[in-house]
């Protein structure tokens, strides 16, 4: 599986919400985001242009296994 190159945490943040997080929190460029659950999941997204593939990797990696789903599904959300 290949990420995605020039990925902005803004595209990351709206496809993380069409998988029901929303945003609780912002501070200077950081976000965080909350998923109510179950389980409930808090992470925290940066809104640099573009984002570092491995914060990418990092964050999509967290979200497929606190959500049981697959990267690529949420790549394809992205």
């Known amino acids: ?5 020039g990925v ?4 990351v943040i709206r496809a993380l919400e069409r998988l029901g ?3 609780i929190h912002q501070k200077g460029s950081y976000v965080r985001l909350r ?3 179950p389980p409930v999941h808090t992470i925290t997204v ?10 990418l990797q990092g964050i ?12 690529e599904s949420i790549i394809d959300l992205l």
Request: hydrophobic share 30%; charged share 20%.
């Open 1 to 5: 599986m290949k990420l995605p190159r």
């Open 8 to 11: 902005s945490g803004d595209r």
């Open 21 to 23: 997080y929303g945003v």
């Open 35 to 37: 998923h109510k659950g």
């Open 46 to 55: 940066p809104l640099h242009n573009p984002l570092k593939t491995g914060t």
């Open 60 to 71: 999509l990696s967290e979200i497929a296994q606190m959500r049981s789903i697959t990267i």
